[in-house]
């Protein structure tokens, strides 16, 4: 977890500029409000006509997580992971708003 607060002001510069499937990704895992896995994702990406791979989206998420924006979590018995906003990932929902 990192040890200083998100500066909201980047947080929103950040967003503003990140390309559409990275953008709607982050809008789904606020949207859901629960765990979503790698693949629920993924599936509403492609269903929406965005253009991105499966270890694309794990990466961009991973990266969120080393951050403490999100958090991932291993579904029972599978390989599958299911991330989740943190409480510094709320920040995410303003930015997102606003950006």
């Given amino acids: 977890m990192p040890r200083r607060r998100v500066d909201e002001e980047g947080l929103r ?8 499937w990275k953008r ?6 606020v949207e ?5 896995t790698t693949g629920e994702v993924l599936e509403r990406l492609l269903g929406e006509g965005h253009e991105t791979t499966l ?6 998420l991973s ?3 080393r951050k403490g924006l999100v958090r991932s979590l291993k579904v029972f018995m599978t390989n599958k992971r299911a991330w989740r906003l943190t409480q510094q990932g709320e920040a995410l ?3 997102l708003a606003r950006g």
């Fill in 63 to 65: 990266r969120l997580e």
């Fill in 93 to 95: 929902k303003e930015a």
């Fill in 32 to 36: 859901e409000g629960r765990p979503v």
């Fill in 13 to 20: 510069l950040w967003v503003s500029g990140l390309p559409g």
């Fill in 55 to 60: 270890s694309a989206l794990y990466n961009f």
């Fill in 24 to 29: 709607r990704a982050l809008e789904v895992l």
